[in-house]
């Protein structure tokens, strides 16, 4: 229970551009610790996990903002040219 959030506290650093492992290495460093031997493998599915929940949420977030956009557009009257 302790293990995790002390991991994702190292993920967070940022020693390397675009953390090139940087997270990996300290799941698999504090998992040691605590004699466990997957913390690259708990990091990579966190990380795979968090990246299609984010996915998810974004396409669902812009599937219903531009279904309500065509609701809208669908709303308002034909522009119509009247002559004067």
Do not use: R
């Amino acid at each position: 229970m302790f293990v995790l959030p002390v991991s994702l506290l190292i993920n967070a650093i940022p020693l390397a551009p675009d953390g090139l492992g940087v997270g990996e290495a300290g799941f698999q460093g504090i998992f040691l610790l605590f004699g466990l031997d997957k913390g690259a493998e708990v990091a990579i599915l966190f990380h795979a996990v968090f990246f299609i929940f984010a996915i998810g949420l974004v396409g669902l977030l812009y599937l219903f903002s531009n279904l309500s956009y065509e609701k809208k557009k669908s709303n308002l009257p034909d522009n119509k040219m009247v002559e004067i």
